[in-house]
């Protein structure tokens, strides 16, 4: 089992800056991601990362705005969103994949998922 704790939402202006954690313990894991979901929305894919932190990819809606980075010695997984729109605003979730390294922006090849911290873009 992997058990994942997201951190660092909250209430931020347009234009702001936030950063999430998200620490993993348990078995060993792979590819990491980020998902989020507003409010009657369906939950979506934000940014992943494998292992090695040399493989990212972004939603076209985050490119250039939001890293995703991670520390395995920490265990740990990075979401810096900068230039933070309303739109932005949702819960955001911490997924990891316990199988393969594959950088994926799909929810089902993701074993393991955090509950989530709210983050909130005041316009």
């Known amino acids: 089992q992997v058990q994942l704790v997201e951190s660092g939402g909250g209430l931020v202006q347009t234009g702001g800056s936030l950063r999430l954690s998200c620490v993993a313990s348990g078995r060993s894991v792979y590819a990491m991601g980020w998902f989020r979901q507003a409010p009657g929305e369906v939950r979506e894919f934000v940014a992943a990362?494998?292992?090695?932190?040399?493989?990212?990819y972004y939603a076209d809606s985050v490119k250039g705005r939001f890293t995703i980075s991670r520390d395995n010695a920490k265990n740990t997984v990075y979401l810096l969103m900068n230039s933070l729109k309303p739109e932005d605003t949702a819960v955001y979730y911490c997924?990891?994949?316990?199988?393969?390294?594959?950088?994926?922006?799909?929810?089902?090849?993701?074993?393991?998922w955090g509950q989530g911290t709210q983050v909130t873009v005041s316009s």
């Open positions: 997924a990891a994949d316990a199988t393969n390294n594959v950088v994926a922006g799909i929810a089902d090849m993701y074993d393991y």
């Open positions: 990362i494998a292992y090695s932190g040399g493989g990212t």
